[in-house]
């Protein structure tokens, strides 16, 4: 590692709102890194409790803490405005209910990143709540050309989930501004589309097995809140796929980089045919109303050519896996065949072997 004086900077990106019982921890494990050159950044996002106080607080006391007010907009537009006046290298962000996974977090990650040259680098991390630490969710990934392969992609974003957030990751500031990457408008997921974007401009990634990320698990979350309106979580899958595909159709890279909307639109069945299935009404009930927004899913253009395709091999064939390649081609032509009731017990069959929380560990 360098001297001090040449150490780059690290920007810590932290989006605030409704988060005052957590705050205070989340800065401190910032604030406790052992690596010196980091200035944080905390976005208040319109939060109506505490926090705008908490955070003016913080930056009165330490002179390399900013914060930026803003009427609520979305922790995505929180993160833009956060990375549009960061002054570091890197850019790093972390969400205000969790933390830093020991003092040592941000040095790691950086000295990968000089060490190769990153744009990108990832490590592992573990999930807590008020009483218990879960073991540490590691990926199975490597840098160098495997980064430009279709099961790089699957590994990443579907079965280990490790490239679909935000948080976790250490970004070369200059990488996303030179490629014009910001975060969309949307309440859930855009931190996957932001990474799909990342991914389709072949950055060079760096991966370390160090946990450097502590995720609180909440029933306040986005995505929990979801539960109570599968329609609109429908309707965002949607949103984020169109949005990436014309994304891919104005970049001209729609033919190398289909795989990633393909999987998606895959990951989609399960994750919005799930939320009915976690109600407490009569299973009966619960799997009709799966049923019945999966016909409403199988209508859109772009799912029923995305899954025609991956029921006909396209893709499935680059991943190493035999188990996930015969479980996407098959639920894929039931899915193309409108073989719904077959999908929604398969789905419920899935719940009971916890296949889903593989699919899904970062919802």
């Not at 990934?141 to 990443?156: A, I, M, N, P, Q």
């Amino acid at each position: 590692m360098q001297s001090d004086k040449k150490l780059p900077l690290v920007s810590v990106v932290i989006p605030v709102y409704k988060t005052e019982k957590y705050l205070e921890e989340c800065i401190a494990s910032v604030l406790a890194q052992d690596y010196q050159k980091i200035e944080m950044i905390l976005v208040d996002d319109g939060s109506p409790d505490r926090c705008p106080i908490i955070c003016q607080d913080y930056a009165g006391r330490y002179a390399h803490i900013r914060v930026i007010h803003q009427e609520n907009r979305g922790a995505g537009v929180a993160r833009n405005q956060g990375m549009e006046v960061a002054r570091g290298e890197y850019l790093l962000f972390v969400d205000s209910d969790d933390c830093l996974d020991g003092k040592g977090a941000v040095r790691r990650l950086v000295e990968k990143a000089e060490e190769g040259r990153a744009d990108i680098v990832t490590g592992n991390f573990r999930r807590f709540d008020a009483s218990r630490m879960s073991e540490v969710n590691r990926h199975h990934l490597r840098s160098g050309s495997y980064t430009r392969t279709v099961d790089f992609r699957f590994r990443g974003f579907l079965t280990e989930n490790h490239l679909v957030s935000d948080w976790g990751k250490l970004y070369r500031t200059s990488f996303l501004r030179d490629k014009h990457i910001k975060h969309e408008k949307y309440h859930v997921m855009e931190d996957k589309l932001y990474n799909m974007m990342c991914c389709a401009y072949e950055p060079t990634y760096g991966f370390i097995q160090e946990s450097v990320y502590l995720y609180r698990v909440t029933e306040g979350s986005v995505t929990e809140q979801y539960k109570d309106n599968v329609g609109e979580l429908a309707k965002t899958w949607l949103h984020v796929a169109e949005s990436f595909w014309y994304f891919l159709k104005k970049q001209g890279i729609q033919d190398d980089y289909g795989d990633l909307l393909a999987f998606h639109l895959f990951c989609g069945i399960f994750s919005i045919g799930r939320q009915p299935l976690q109600s407490q009404r009569k299973i009966r009930f619960r799997i009709k109303t799966t049923v019945n927004l999966l016909k409403v899913y199988g209508k859109h253009p772009l799912v029923k050519r995305m899954l025609m395709e991956l029921a006909k091999g396209k893709y499935v064939k680059a991943v190493s896996s035999v188990f996930w390649k015969v479980l996407v081609r098959a639920a894929s032509v039931l899915f193309c065949l409108r073989a719904y009731l077959t999908l929604a017990c398969g789905i419920v069959l899935f719940r009971g072997l916890g296949t889903e929380e593989r699919m899904s560990r970062l919802k």
